[in-house]
């Protein structure tokens, strides 16, 4: 029995698709040079972070625009909801333009878990420091709500990031 020479084709992998004609290949290394992540958009992550933002904004338009009894809660409640709605508009900024690979100095996941960690106490503080003082006036009742409505939205966010380190934590050890 000879056995003969055999041919093997790199682009094919052993039972697999062949490989795409070289204008596919070419677009899908342009994707990874893509300024934006379109996914992100529609990611859960994503579309969390906006909810995030969108209540943040709401809660503070509801308590600038509402007569204030207590001058000193509600400047809190204003600057940590603005605080941390630019602390998310920076991340979702630094995700959707992946600056996050070109700045490798940096561990995103940690610095992002550690902001949500501290926004969200703050928040919390703020929004019970505020519903504490808001004496049934609608708009600081309404700014109270989203401010609560934001610290359990962060809590989410804790709670995936938390759970995306722990699971890329886990894989990198076992290898």
Same mark, same amino acid.
């Not at 084709?9 to 094919?12: D, L, N």
């Given at each position: 029995m000879s056995h003969g020479a055999r041919v093997i084709?790199?682009?094919?992998s052993s039972g697999g698709p062949a490989a795409p004609p070289?204008? !596919?290949?070419?677009?899908? !290394?342009?994707?990874?040079?893509e300024l934006m992540d379109g996914a992100y958009f529609r990611s859960c992550a994503g579309m969390l972070k906006v909810a995030q933002m969108i209540s943040?904004?709401?809660g503070f338009i509801s308590v600038n625009s509402s007569q204030w009894t207590d001058y000193s809660a509600y400047s809190y409640?204003?600057?940590? &909801?603005?605080?941390?709605?630019?602390?998310?508009?920076?991340?979702?900024?630094?995700?959707?333009?992946?600056?996050?690979?070109? /700045? &490798?100095?940096?561990?995103?996941?940690?610095a992002?878990? /550690?902001h949500y960690l501290i926004g969200?106490?703050? /928040?919390?503080?703020?929004?019970?420091?505020? !519903?504490?003082?808001?004496?049934?006036?609608?708009?600081?009742?309404?700014g109270a709500t989203f401010g609560f409505l934001a610290?359990?939205?962060?809590?989410?966010?804790?709670?995936?990031?938390?759970?995306v380190s722990c699971i890329t934590q886990s894989t990198n050890a076992s290898v």
């Open positions: 084709r790199t682009g094919v070289p204008a !596919a290949a070419s677009s899908s !290394a342009g994707s990874d040079a943040l904004l709401i409640f204003q600057i940590v &909801t603005m605080c941390d709605l630019v602390m998310i508009l920076f991340f979702y900024i630094i995700h959707i333009f992946r600056i996050y690979r070109k /700045l &490798t100095c940096v561990s995103w996941p940690l992002e878990f /550690l969200t106490i703050l /928040l919390l503080i703020a929004s019970i420091v505020a !519903a504490s003082k808001s004496y049934n006036l609608t708009g600081l009742v309404a610290t359990i939205l962060c809590v989410l966010s804790i709670w995936s990031s938390y759970k």
